[in-house]
Nanobody, 115 residues
Framework: QVQVVESGGGLVQSGGSLRLSCTAS????????MGWHRQAPGSQRELVGR???????WYTDSVKGRFTISRDNVKNTVYLQMSSVKPEDTAVYYC?????????WGQGTQVTVSS
């Protein structure tokens, strides 16, 4: 069982920046693709982006050029750097670890962008 814990959410003004962190409790961190998802009220959960163990990233179109995902394989941590945030980025942000047919989710962290 892998425990995934997000942190760093909060209230940020439109146009501002925020960095989320996600730590996974596993000795095999490099075996997992790490992903960030978000779910706004009344909406389905959507994939924001993901990063492979080798650092290859993918982003959904709505965050390209504004959000950056990185990972520190020594600290078992993945980051979501959010810049130029918009009110529509308001959501609960979830991190997950995907590998070997298993998926582990964190509890989520709330991000609220004020206009």
């Amino acid at each position: 069982q892998v425990q995934v814990v997000e942190s760093g959410g909060g209230l940020v003004q439109s146009g501002g920046s925020l960095r989320l962190s996600c730590t996974a409790s596993t000795r095999r961190f490099t075996s997992y693709v790490m992903g960030w998802h978000r779910q706004a009220p009344g909406s389905q959960r959507e994939l924001v982006g993901r990063i492979t163990s080798g650092g290859i990233t993918w982003y959904t179109d709505s965050v390209k050029g504004r959000f950056t995902i990185s990972r520190d394989n020594v600290k078992n941590t993945v980051y979501l750097q959010m810049s130029s945030v918009k009110p529509e980025d308001t959501a609960v942000y979830y991190c997950n670890a995907l590998g070997s047919g298993d998926v582990y989710w964190g509890q989520g962290t709330q991000v609220t962008v004020s206009s």
